[in-house]
C-alpha cells in the first residue's frame, strides 16, 4: 500500500480524470502509438479507450492497447465483444477528448469531409472539434494540395492539428512527414483539453541556475536544474498563454510550446528579463539567481601554486528589486529557498519586493526543491495566508501554481 502511495506521488499525473478516446490509424508511426498510450494512461493517469481502424489491425494487435489501456480495443461499429448500441455515441459524449495518433491522410481526408463509414470515423463525426489530429505521412502525401486543404478545413473548423515535423521517414528519405514526438504530442493534448484560462496573455518565467565565471574552465552555481521553470512554462503554455522562458544552463529538455531564451551569467539573466518584463502580464521567477559574482574573471586557467586561494565575490543585482518600478498591475510571482525562520523570511521577502505570491521552497524537507521530480512548499499570499502543501509532483505543483496566477490575472 505504502508503495503503491510513493508511486502515485511520483506520477506526473497531468491527465488525471481526464478521459481521452485514442483513434490508432494504419500509419508506419503506429509503434509510437503503444508508448504514447503507456504515458498517457501509466505515466499521466488517463483513463484512455482505443479505436483502431481496419488498416491499423494490419500492423498490430490490440493486445499491447488492451494492455495498457485496461480494456478491449474498439475495432468495429457492428461486430466487437459487447453488445453494440450506440457506442459511437457514447464514446464521443464519454471522451473529453479525441486524440487520433498517428492520424493517416485518410482519416484527415475523411473528418474534414464529413465521411462516417467506420467507427473512428463515426466517432469523430460526433465528438466535432473535441478532436486533435498528430498527422504522420510521407512528404508527398503531406504536400498533396488536397490534403492541405483538409487540415486547412479542420484547422478552421476548430479541431486540433499536430503538425507533422521534419526528419527521416519509413521510405528512406527525409522530409516533413514524421510524426511530432510524444511530448509535443501530450502537450498539444492538454491544452486541447485545458479552458484556455490564460489565452491572449503574456507570461514571463525565469528558470534553472546561473554561472559566475572565475576563469575560462570554473565557475560558482547551484544545482537547479531548471525542471520547475520549465514545468511552470509548460503549465502556462497549457492554458493558452503566450510564454517566454529566460533559462540559465540546464541539461532537461526544452520545454514544449515556448519560446526560449538561454543566458548563463545573473546579469545577462537581468538584462534578459528587464527587457521582456515591459510586455508581460506576469512574471513567474524561479530561476535560482545566483547572488554573488566574481567582478575579475580570469582569462587564463587560474594555476594552482600551492597555497589557499581568496577569492572576493561582489553582490549581483537584485532582478526583482530592479523591475519593481515597472510593477504596475503585472503580477510577480517570487520563489525562496530558506532552511530557517522559513515562513518569516519568505514574507519579509514578499513584502519587500512587492511580490503578489511567494513559492517557499526548504530544501532540508525529503524531495523538495533542487534535483527532484517532486516538491513539498508553502504559497504565501499579499494577505499574509500561508497555505502549506504536500509533497507532490512538479507538475502538478505548476499546475496550481499556474491556476493561481490566473484567478490574480482575471481579478478571481
Ligand atoms: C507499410 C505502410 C505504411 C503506411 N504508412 C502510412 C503513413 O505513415 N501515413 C499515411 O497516411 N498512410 C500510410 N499508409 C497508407 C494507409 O495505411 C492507407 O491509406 C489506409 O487506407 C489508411 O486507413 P485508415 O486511415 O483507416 O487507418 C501506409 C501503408 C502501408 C502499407
Avoid at 172 to 185: D, K, M, P, Q
Avoid at 270 to 277: G, Q, T
Avoid at 396 to 402: F, V
Wanted: hydrophobic share 40%; charged share 25%.
Amino acid at each position: 500500500m505504502k508503495k503503491l502511495r510513493t508511486i502515485q506521488k511520483n506520477n506526473r499525473l497531468k491527465f488525471k480524470n481526464r478521459k481521452i478516446v485514442l483513434g490508432v490509424t494504419g500509419g508506419i508511426a503506429i509503434y509510437k502509438s503503444a508508448s504514447l498510450l503507456r504515458e498517457l494512461t501509466i505515466e499521466h493517469g488517463a483513463d484512455v479507450q482505443v479505436i483502431m481502424t481496419d488498416s491499423a489491425l494490419k500492423f498490430m494487435s490490440t493486445l499491447i492497447f488492451e494492455t495498457f489501456s485496461g480494456k478491449p480495443v474498439w475495432t468495429s461499429m457492428f461486430s466487437d465483444r459487447e453488445a453494440v448500441g450506440v457506442r459511437h455515441v457514447e464514446i464521443s459524449k464519454w471522451a473529453d477528448a479525441v486524440l487520433v495518433s498517428p492520424a493517416t491522410a485518410n482519416i484527415i481526408g475523411k473528418a474534414a469531409n464529413g465521411i462516417a463509414d467506420d467507427l473512428l470515423s463515426t466517432v469523430i463525426c460526433d465528438a466535432g472539434t473535441k478532436t486533435i489530429f498528430a498527422a504522420a505521412m510521407e512528404t508527398g502525401m503531406y504536400e498533396n494540395p488536397i490534403l492541405k486543404q483538409n487540415v486547412k478545413r479542420l484547422k478552421d473548423a476548430g479541431f486540433g492539428f499536430i503538425d507533422p515535423e521534419y526528419g527521416s521517414l519509413a521510405s528512406g528519405t527525409n522530409g516533413v512527414g514524421r510524426l511530432a514526438e510524444s511530448r509535443v504530442i501530450l502537450h498539444s493534448l492538454l491544452t486541447h483539453l485545458n479552458s484556455g484560462s490564460l489565452k491572449g496573455k503574456k507570461i514571463l518565467v525565469s528558470a534553472g541556475p546561473t554561472r559566475e565565471w572565475i576563469d575560462p574552465v570554473r565557475f560558482i552555481s547551484n544545482p537547479s536544474t531548471g525542471r520547475m521553470g520549465f514545468s511552470l512554462a509548460e503549465a502556462a503554455s497549457a492554458e493558452g498563454a503566450d510564454v517566454t522562458v529566460i533559462s540559465g544552463p540546464t541539461e532537461v529538455a526544452n520545454p514544449v510550446g515556448v519560446d526560449l531564451i538561454k543566458v548563463s551569467t545573473a546579469e545577462e539573466m537581468k538584462n534578459a528579463i528587464v527587457e521582456n518584463f515591459a510586455k508581460s502580464d506576469a512574471l513567474v521567477m524561479s530561476a535560482a539567481v545566483g547572488d554573488y559574482t566574481y567582478p575579475e574573471v580570469s582569462s587564463e586557467k587560474l594555476k594552482k601554486n600551492g597555497s589557499d586561494l581568496t577569492l572576493i565575490l561582489k553582490k549581483t543585482d537584485d532582478i526583482l528589486s530592479a523591475l519593481s518600478g515597472d510593477k504596475g498591475d503585472k503580477i510577480i510571482v517570487g520563489f525562496s529557498v530558506e532552511t530557517e525562520n522559513v515562513i518569516e523570511n519568505s514574507k519579509l521577502k514578499l513584502n519587500e519586493k512587492s511580490l503578489d505570491l511567494i513559492v517557499v521552497n526548504n530544501p532540508k524537507e525529503k524531495g523538495a526543491a533542487f534535483g527532484h521530480d517532486t516538491n513539498k512548499v508553502s504559497i504565501i499570499d499579499r494577505k499574509g495566508t500561508v497555505e502549506e502543501l504536500e509533497l507532490m509532483s512538479k507538475s502538478e505543483l505548476s499546475t496550481l501554481i499556474i491556476d493561481r496566477v490566473s484567478n490574480l490575472l482575471n481579478g478571481s
